[in-house]
């Protein structure tokens, strides 16, 4: 049984940081390529970043590129969100996701486990 637990979320202002944290436990977490998404009220669950087993490759969507830094630590087996200079439209629970494939996906059906989410909550 593969759990995932994020932490790290809160209220900050415009122009602020947080950096998320989730943590994995189960099965080899080098096996697994990672992913953050977040949802927003009343809208569909979407994708953040992504990053490889080995942490070599790494994907995000373009409204959060320059500003969002996903890494992973596998000898802790946790993956992070650094998020800088956030803004209120980044406002949403945010999810990890991991696969047992070592590269990630931008498609949220493709991901294996999920976290149970952390609000991040961005004031203007």
């Known amino acids: 049984q593969v759990q995932l637990v994020e932490s790290g979320g809160g209220l900050v202002q415009a122009g602020g940081s947080l950096r998320l944290s989730c943590a994995v436990s189960?099965?080899?977490?080098?096996?697994?390529?990672m992913g953050w998404f977040r949802q927003a009220p009343g809208k569909e669950r979407e994708f953040v970043a992504a990053?490889?087993?080995?942490?070599?490759?790494?994907y995000y969507t373009n409204s959060v590129k320059g500003r969002f830094t996903i890494s992973r630590d596998n000898a802790k087996n946790t993956v992070y969100l650094r998020m800088n200079s956030l803004k209120p439209e980044d406002t949403a629970v945010y999810y990890c996701?991991?696969?047992?494939?070592?590269?990630?996906?931008?498609?949220?059906?493709?991901?294996?486990?999920w976290g149970q989410g952390t609000q991040v909550t961005v004031s203007s």
């Open positions: 189960g099965r080899t977490f080098s096996s697994y390529s």
């Open positions: 996701a991991g696969r047992f494939r070592r590269y990630g996906s931008r498609e949220e059906t493709d991901y294996d486990y």
């Open positions: 990053i490889s087993w080995n942490g070599g490759n790494t």
